[in-house]
């Protein structure tokens, strides 16, 4: 059997990814923490209510974007907008034309109803396809990613590809989750990391600093950095649970294989392991907002 060519890897890891998507998505919705938003409640001072926790990203994205979009005419892409949520959020928030761009079939069936409800299809559109592969036109003012980049096969060819298609001015917001450097080279790390990969079809797990020397070579300049891991609840009761189903599977490598390549076992196993990256912090969700110079 011949090599498998880097592009041939890429294409398989994004539909592996647009396959994770469309197999969870609906149970997302139905059973996660934070109902209309698949990303992460963040428990802010002065947050009280579930819902004001699941709102608070597009809070911080939303005022990021205040003020570097023109008026009337401000085009600002939601990279991996999932069902629509922040899409909705920005055009309500702004005057702005809004593109989301999701890999998952059952995502952009979703987000398009939600537009259509909302009386911004004119406004607002939503793309299936993945967002390495975008159109050189039209150019952005803004682009947002919520928990999105991560999934990308390379993080190193997905920067340039953005910077080309924004604004000079414009602005890459992106809230994600990063490795760190600590307790580099342990094992108990190292098999963590290795899990959240593998579970959440993770494809680009890098470091900020990481991020900021891509961002430099093409003229992105990182202007904020702000860690929003202590404000995340940590440690669900059905973690402990998953970890001694991945427990009692770490002596039979084959079936725990086989976990992870059921969507739903999938996502609890990357999911357990991110809650213990977290806590431990070899891995810390940050907002980041990069400028094209």
């Known amino acids: 059997m011949g090599e498998v060519s880097a592009g041939g890897v890429a294409a398989e890891h994004v539909t592996r990814v647009a396959s994770y998507y469309d197999a969870n998505t609906r149970r997302f919705l139905r059973f996660g923490e934070i109902n209309d938003a698949i990303h992460r409640g963040v428990w802010m001072p002065g947050v009280a209510t579930t819902a004001e926790a699941g709102d608070m990203v597009n809070r911080l994205v939303i005022e990021?974007?205040?003020?570097?979009?023109?008026?009337?005419?401000?085009r600002v892409l939601d990279l991996g907008c999932g069902v629509g949520a922040?899409?909705?959020?920005?055009?309500?928030?702004?005057?702005?034309?809004v593109t989301g761009v999701t890999i998952s079939q059952v995502q952009a069936e979703i987000a398009e109803r939600r537009l259509t409800a909302e009386d911004l299809a004119e406004r607002c559109q939503i793309v299936c396809d993945d967002f390495a592969q975008l159109p050189a036109e039209p150019r952005y003012h803004a682009m947002v990613a919520i928990e999105s980049m991560v999934h990308s096969p390379s993080l190193a060819e997905l920067i340039p590809s953005l910077a080309a298609r924004l604004q000079p001015g414009g602005r890459l917001i992106v809230c994600d989750d990063w490795m760190t450097d600590k307790d580099r080279g342990l094992p108990a790390r190292e098999r963590c990391l290795d899990?959240?990969?593998?579970?959440?079809?993770?494809?680009?797990l890098h470091t900020v600093a990481e991020l900021e020397e891509m961002g430099q070579r093409v003229g992105l300049r990182l202007r904020e950095?702000?860690?929003?891991?202590?404000y995340l609840h940590l440690g669900r009761p059905r973690d402990r649970v998953i970890n001694v189903v991945v427990g009692a599977t770490g002596?039979?490598?084959?079936?725990?294989?086989r976990l992870v390549e059921t969507p739903f076992w999938a996502n609890m196993i990357g999911g357990s392991a991110l809650q213990a990256g977290l806590s431990r912090r070899w891995i810390e969700y940050r907002l980041l907002v990069l400028e094209r110079v």
């Open 225 to 230: 950095n702000l860690d929003l891991t202590s």
């Open 86 to 97: 922040t899409v909705v959020r920005i055009a309500k928030a702004t005057d702005a034309h």
């Open 64 to 74: 990021h974007l205040s003020g570097h979009l023109p008026a009337g005419e401000g």
């Open 195 to 204: 899990q959240f990969r593998a579970g959440w079809r993770i494809g680009s």
């Open 251 to 257: 002596v039979l490598p084959q079936v725990r294989d």
